[in-house]
């Protein structure tokens, strides 16, 4: 099934049991995100929410919309990621010849995208740029958050070189109705964007969409290749097209169905102080100087709900979306590198991703095997890297805890880099591994009834 915007995926929740309804007024200053946090942490059968009665706005807020690893999977229209997963391999098989980023710029290039005429499109019909952001009921999530953000937002931007546009998710501090503070982390779309305009002297475009389809929403938070648009991605997986609409102050393109968008620019060496932000290490990130955005305008639907996410400590919505993520662009890093039989990132340590690989390639050493994968888009910068013998079962705690811990000597098995660290739980040097003989164990199998020993 797939959701063209919020409200039918607000509905489809709604049919399966998998959406509260808050109707008693909540504070968006630390009272919302309370209430989101123990959810999160397993009340309330941790459905997604929608509050209905904000304090001080006339807008209902959407929260923990992907807060499981089924609804991350409806909302990309399908039972189970490994379902994505398993197309986007099939596909990048017809590309052998091909790197990964290039193969997957040549199966998103045919995506559909329908344009629709600004008057035409949804999102901009209620004009409220008078109120700006102070009409949005943004979260003031933690008490020592440095202010109220946004925290699912699609950030669009486009290079100066190109029209190719790129679709990342940054958080977004609201200092005041038509000024806010953008950070895009290293490494991103936005921030290489960015730089490039700035190094011109010149301003660049910003358009941030709120709502819309949620698959688009997800892909806002991937690693994508340059060469590959996140809404002919998005289009790609989900099978079908994504309507966009051009916004009148920015000529960025944006999805037609959103629920509010903001345009504004962000003017070369103008910034502020941004932060603390409660982060998804348990702890604050400390203020820091953040690039300035001023806001030129603000559009909604006539009905808009507010979409955000709470951060923090696990387990929490972002989890799971990046747990999606994982699963769907293993694929990529197994067609550029086809020894990794599996890759795990447990939930915990999935933004700093801490992987658990499974490889098959005896001949290459730990420091090779390390320095290639931190390359790739999916593991760039891993802070940690444990690699495991190709019959590991990645998801079996005491499996993966019993080869670690017998690992060679810590001395031959982990290697630290700065704050970047691999170790070595393959088999190895230590001989060889202890199995039941096949011929005698397939015996016993097909004998097992002769036993009487219940079921095996």
């Given at each position: 099934?797939?959701?063209?915007?919020?409200p039918?995926?607000l509905?489809h929740?709604?049919t399966i049991?998998?959406l509260?309804r808050?109707k008693?007024?909540?504070?968006p200053?630390?009272?919302?995100?309370a209430?989101?946090?123990?959810?999160?942490k397993?009340?309330?059968a941790q459905r997604?929410l929608?509050?209905?009665?904000i304090?001080?706005?006339?807008?209902?807020?959407?929260?923990?919309?992907?807060?499981?690893?089924?609804?991350?999977a409806?909302?990309?229209g399908v039972?189970?990621?490994?379902?994505?997963?398993?197309?986007?391999?099939?596909?990048l098989n017809?590309?052998q010849?091909?790197d990964s980023?290039q193969a997957l710029?040549e199966?998103?290039?045919n995506?559909?995208i329908?344009e629709?005429?600004?008057?035409?499109a949804p999102c901009?019909?209620?004009?409220a740029t008078?109120q700006g952001?102070d009409?949005?009921?943004?979260?003031?999530s933690?008490?020592?958050d440095?202010?109220?953000y946004l925290?699912?937002?699609?950030?669009?931007?486009?290079?100066?070189?190109?029209?190719r546009q790129n679709?990342?998710?940054?958080?977004?501090?609201?200092?005041?109705?038509h000024?806010?503070?953008?950070r895009c982390?290293?490494?991103?779309?936005?921030?290489?964007?960015?730089?490039?305009?700035h190094a011109?002297g010149?301003?660049m475009a910003?358009?941030?969409?709120l709502?819309?389809?949620?698959?688009?929403?997800?892909c806002?938070?991937?690693?994508?290749?340059e060469?590959v648009?996140?809404?002919e991605?998005?289009?790609?997986l989900?099978?079908?097209?994504?309507?966009?609409t051009?916004?009148r102050?920015s000529?960025?393109?944006?999805?037609?169905?959103a629920e509010?968008v903001?345009q504004g620019?962000?003017l070369?060496g103008?910034?502020?102080?941004?932060g603390?932000?409660?982060?998804?290490?348990?702890?604050y990130?400390?203020?820091s100087?953040?690039p300035?955005?001023?806001?030129?305008?603000v559009?909604m639907?006539?009905?808009a709900v507010?979409?955000?996410t709470?951060?923090?400590?696990p387990p929490m919505e972002?989890?799971?979306?990046?747990?999606?993520?994982?699963r769907a662009?293993?694929?990529?890093?197994?067609?550029d590198?086809?020894?990794v039989?599996?890759?795990h990132?447990?939930?915990?340590?999935i933004?700093?991703?801490?992987?658990l690989v499974?490889?098959?390639?005896?001949?290459m050493?730990m420091?090779e095997?390390?320095n290639m994968?931190?390359?790739?888009k999916l593991l760039?910068?891993s802070?940690?890297?444990?690699?495991?013998?190709k019959n590991c079962?990645l998801g079996?705690?005491?499996?993966v805890?019993?080869r670690?811990?017998?690992?060679?000597?810590w001395?031959n098995?982990?290697l630290?880099?700065?704050?970047k660290?691999?170790?070595?739980?393959r088999?190895?040097s230590?001989?060889?591994?202890?199995?039941s003989e096949p011929?005698?164990?397939?015996r016993?199998?097909k004998?097992w009834?002769?036993?009487?020993?219940g079921e095996?």
């Open positions: 099934m797939y959701f063209a915007d919020l039918s995926f509905a929740l709604e049991d998998g509260n808050v008693a007024e909540v504070d200053y630390l009272e919302v995100a209430i989101i946090d123990r959810v999160c397993g009340a309330g997604a929608l509050f209905e009665n304090k001080g706005s006339q807008m209902p807020l959407a929260a923990n919309l992907f807060g499981s690893k089924q609804r991350v409806l909302a990309l039972s189970n990621i490994e379902t994505l997963a398993n197309r986007l391999r099939e596909g017809t590309h010849g091909l980023a710029a199966l998103t290039r995506a559909t329908e629709v005429l600004p008057d035409a901009f019909t209620k004009d008078e952001l009409g949005l009921p943004a979260l003031h933690w008490p020592g440095g202010g109220p925290t699912l937002g699609q950030v669009f931007t486009r290079s100066p070189d190109s029209d679709c990342g998710m940054y958080r977004v501090q609201i200092l005041d109705k000024t806010a503070l953008i982390h290293p490494g991103s779309g936005g921030l290489a964007h960015m730089s490039a305009w011109q010149k301003s910003v358009a941030i969409a709502g819309g389809p949620p698959a688009l929403t997800w806002a938070g991937l690693s994508l290749p060469e648009s996140e809404l991605f998005a289009c790609y989900t099978g079908q097209p994504i309507a966009v051009q916004c102050d000529g960025l393109s944006v999805p037609a169905s509010i903001i620019h962000v070369p103008e910034e502020d102080t941004e603390p932000f409660g982060n998804h290490t348990g702890f990130t400390p203020a100087p953040a300035v955005l001023r806001v030129k305008s559009f639907k006539k009905h507010y979409p955000c709470l951060v923090g400590p972002n989890m799971y979306l990046a747990h999606a993520a994982e662009m293993l694929p990529l890093l197994q067609h590198f086809p020894w039989r599996d890759m990132m447990p939930l915990e340590g933004y700093h991703r801490a992987a499974s490889v098959d390639a005896p001949e050493t420091m095997l390390g994968l931190r390359q790739t760039r910068n802070r940690l890297i444990i690699l495991l013998d079962d079996k705690a005491s499996d805890y019993w670690l811990v017998n690992a060679d000597s001395v098995s982990v630290i880099n700065g704050d660290m691999t170790i070595d739980a088999a190895g230590r001989g060889t591994e202890v199995s011929k005698t164990l397939n016993v199998i004998r009834q002769d036993f009487s020993l095996m």
